[in-house]
């Protein structure tokens, strides 16, 4: 799996920009695919038709990105930026940006500041694409760039940028692959827009309309010096979400996933995020109400352009969606 | 003008009757007689739904809103000596209304925001801001009996400005967003588009985007254009940074903002034409604001949406300024964008 996680992190894509990595995950699951479409808003739906015409379930993963855009040149060329998603200053300074045309720029942080010995403020810094002046700068109010940082296994594991949430695009990629039969109608969208407002799930949602969602996204972790307390930890395997701050999965969704894992002695373990939530969370409101879960891949760094993930944990997702996908 | 008559009509949020009428009026009765709207209705929260079929086949369905209300105060106590309390309907600011004029209830009686001399403030007074909270409405009563008869709890207050035409420029209240729905008139004026046009007069935008949703979800549009008076920042500053937008340098396209992530092929669309007719258009700064788009584009399986806004000076105050030249411009964009917009402009091939 790890080529195509490779492929995946280094794909561009931040939210509202979705073109680049749905042309390539389009590539890796049009010949696995019973139907496929584009939602209104692009998110990628690929349907796999079960043998029963059992249960609808949907299994989503979101292929957009945190990313930043240019909201102003100066005289100069310096582009100023606002955030798309949930964009640290602590980890922009210094931080190469590319733009959807390949343009690299620089993440730069204005001297002249009161208080240089706190955090900037996001409106402190800028990108700098190598302009001398407004009218020879390439980028433009509007353009949105991604923070780029190769990919890189060690040992087991694996590093890169936008491991949220293109670890789980290849979880789900990887599960259509190996998926023999299932009794399930089974729709795997591969959403955008979930760094900023979860509207790609949700309208996805609507237009298929479950009886079933689980959400297959990034959590953090509670085993770095000096964390935040929590339950999760990196190689430990999936965790099954019971909550986070956006949402309460849905009894029965979580037990399905345990249940499962036990049954196939996966390892895993149980999560509740303080602060962040998933696609779920959109989902389990759409029309009446969808029963919603979410499978998390614990990740360290979250947000930072060098997310870590443990190899065993990805591919331990595959096997207990598999089973979860096995029978109804 | 249309929006002299929408500009001076009262339309807080929650109580948007009088500028409904006036929409209504100028859709229904002064409406060109060759090209007129098909259906026009109401709906349970008060938007205005008007549609107007167009000629081409397999139509696309386009929603163009625009919302009715705007910010202001509504009355939540009285006072032994006749003053009202108030609080705050939408994003009103502070700073700008201490000393100003609006109207208060239905028959717009005359309040003074009160507010203690100039001559009497100690120097820590002159420079606090009062809280609404701590702000009272001098309606003239003299006893709480009285000023809870003539303007009882939930009464609502609006600006008092007029509309004045200064040139090239224009100077009113409410142009956020009474330009929108004036764009919008002009828009339902003239010749059939090819596509269906289902305009939507909103209500609640301002306190939350309300009517927008349940219109988005009747409509179930193809594609949406927000239509709106936006931020522009553009006096004098001492540093390099963004005016947000410009007045004089036409309409403002959205790329994103609080609320929504605009369409690019609908970005695409307005910039192309732009171009290749000549009109001056500005991309709005990024990050700033929202707009009923935020809630039209999660309407049911999703809408492709864009927000398009004439940039309006002091907006959110009592009184805000606007171009002429961007007015125009803005009408012209949309109904040149509006001709060229086909089933292609949505493909994703």
């Given at each position: 799996m790890r080529d195509l996680i490779r492929k995946l992190v280094e794909s561009y894509g931040p939210s509202g920009v979705e073109e680049q990595i749905r042309g390539v995950i389009r590539a890796e699951v049009e010949p696995l695919a019973d139907e496929i479409r584009v939602d209104p808003l692009g998110s990628l739906v690929v349907r796999k038709q079960g043998?029963?015409?059992?249960p609808r379930i949907v299994l989503d993963a979101h292929m957009d990105e945190i990313g930043v855009m240019v909201t102003y040149v100066d005289e100069k060329g310096f582009a100023r930026f606002t955030n798309i998603g949930g964009v640290r200053p602590l980890n922009c300074v210094g931080a190469r940006v590319a733009f959807a045309d390949g343009t690299m720029g620089v993440i730069g942080v204005?001297?002249?500041?009161?208080?240089?010995g706190k955090i900037p403020k996001l409106e402190q810094l800028y990108i700098d694409v190598?302009?001398?002046?407004r009218d020879d700068c390439p980028v433009h109010v509007g353009d949105a760039a991604v923070f780029v940082r190769p990919f890189v296994s060690q040992g087991t594991r694996l590093i890169a940028?936008?491991?949220?949430d293109r670890v789980g695009c290849a979880v789900l990629i990887e599960t259509l692959r190996q998926l023999e039969d299932t009794p399930y109608d089974a729709y795997f969208v591969f959403s955008v827009r979930e760094e900023t407002t979860l509207a790609g799930a949700q309208t996805s949602a609507y237009g298929i309309d479950p009886d079933l969602a689980i959400a297959v996204d990034v959590t953090t972790t509670g085993d770095k010096p000096e964390s935040q307390p929590m339950a999760v930890a990196l190689g430990k395997g999936p965790a099954v979400k019971v909550q986070d701050s956006g949402m309460i999965a849905h009894p029965k969704v979580r037990d399905l996933l345990v249940q499962r894992a036990k049954e196939a002695g996966i390892p895993y373990q149980l999560e509740v995020l303080e602060r962040g939530t998933t696609d779920a969370a959109a989902m389990q409101l759409v029309r009446a109400g969808v029963p919603s879960g979410c499978l998390s891949i614990p990740c360290r760094y979250?947000?930072?352009?060098s997310e870590m993930v443990d190899e065993a944990d990805v591919q331990n997702s595959v096997r207990l969606l598999l089973e979860v996908l096995r029978t109804v | 003008m249309i929006l002299r008559e929408l500009s001076e009509a009262v339309g807080v949020s929650g109580d948007e009757g009088d500028v409904r009428t006036v929409v209504l009026d100028a859709i229904r009765e002064h409406a060109d007689k060759l090209h007129p709207v098909d259906e026009v209705q109401v709906d349970t929260m008060g938007n205005v739904l008007a549609f107007k079929r167009g000629e081409?086949?397999?139509r696309l369905r386009v929603m163009l809103d625009a919302h009715m209300d705007e910010i202001g105060l509504m009355v939540v106590g009285h006072d032994s000596d006749g003053f009202l309390r108030v609080r705050a309907v939408g994003g009103i600011d502070p700073r700008l209304i201490p000393g100003t004029l609006f109207h208060v209830g239905p028959d717009r009686i005359p309040g003074v925001i009160g507010i203690k001399p100039i001559h009497l403030l100690t120097d820590q007074e002159s420079q606090k801001v009062s809280k609404i909270e701590d702000l009272v409405v001098d309606i003239g009563a003299k006893s709480k009996d009285e000023a809870d008869k003539l303007a009882p709890l939930g009464t609502y207050a609006a600006f008092a400005t007029p509309f004045r035409e200064l040139g090239p420029t224009v100077s009113g209240k409410a142009f956020d967003d009474r330009v929108g729905c004036a764009v919008l008139v002009e828009l339902l004026q003239g010749e059939r588009f090819r596509c269906d046009l289902h305009a939507a007069f909103t209500v609640q935008e301002e306190v939350g985007l309300r009517g927008a949703r349940i219109a988005a979800y009747a409509i179930e549009p193809d594609c949406a254009f927000a239509l709106e008076g936006t931020i522009a920042d553009d006096i004098p500053k001492d540093k390099d940074v963004s005016p947000t937008t410009e007045l004089g340098k036409g309409p403002a396209i959205t790329v994103m903002d609080r609320s929504f992530i605009a369409d690019r092929r609908l970005v695409r669309l307005l910039t192309d034409t732009a171009e290749e007719l000549g009109i001056a258009y500005q991309i709005k700064q990024p990050g700033i604001g929202g707009t009923d788009a935020g809630a039209i584009h999660v309407a049911r399986g999703g809408v492709p949406s864009v927000t398009v806004a004439v940039p309006c000076r002091y907006i959110h105050s009592p009184v805000a300024l606007l171009s002429l030249d961007d007015f125009n411009n803005t009408v012209r964009l949309m109904r040149e964008s509006l001709s060229r917009l086909t089933r292609r402009t949505l493909s994703r091939d």
């Open positions: 043998s029963d015409g059992g204005d001297e002249k500041r009161d208080n240089t190598g302009a001398t002046s940028k936008a491991m949220d979250v947000h930072t352009p | 081409g086949r397999q």
